[in-house]
């Protein structure tokens, strides 16, 4: 059974940092690409940044360059998302998710975490 597990999600103001952190589990589970989304109150779920382990390639959400940085560590299954100069909106619910392309399309991944709350106050 293949697990992902976010945590480092809380409250924070405005022009504050955070780090997320998740960690995959599962026998089989050694997935190419890995990447973060978020969904925010009555809007969709949207791409936030990914890795490809295999390209070494790392794409972001144009509302984030310059202010996230996604990495992690292939062999141990875990990625980051260090989050500086949150502004109030990107208050959502934060996912990572794991698949063999590190696209923008959720569609594209087929393992995803339960969520971590990122709240950001003005």
């Known amino acids: 059974q293949v697990q992902l597990v976010e945590s480092g999600g809380g409250l924070v103001q405005a022009g504050g940092s955070l780090r997320l952190s998740c960690a995959a589990s599962?026998?089989?589970?050694?997935?190419?690409?890995m990447g973060w989304f978020r969904q925010a109150p009555v809007k969709e779920r949207e791409f936030v940044a990914a890795?490809?382990?295999?390209?070494?390639?790392?794409y972001y959400e144009d509302s984030v360059k310059g202010r996230f940085t996604i990495s992690g560590d292939n062999a141990k299954n875990t990625v980051y998302l260090q989050m500086n100069s949150l502004k109030p909106e990107d208050t959502a619910v934060y996912y990572c998710a794991g698949g063999r392309y590190g696209s923008s399309s959720q569609y594209d991944y087929n393992y995803w975490g339960q969520g971590t709350q990122v709240t950001v106050s003005s």
């Open positions: 599962g026998r089989t589970f050694s997935p190419n690409a």
């Open positions: 890795i490809t382990w295999s390209a070494g390639t790392i």
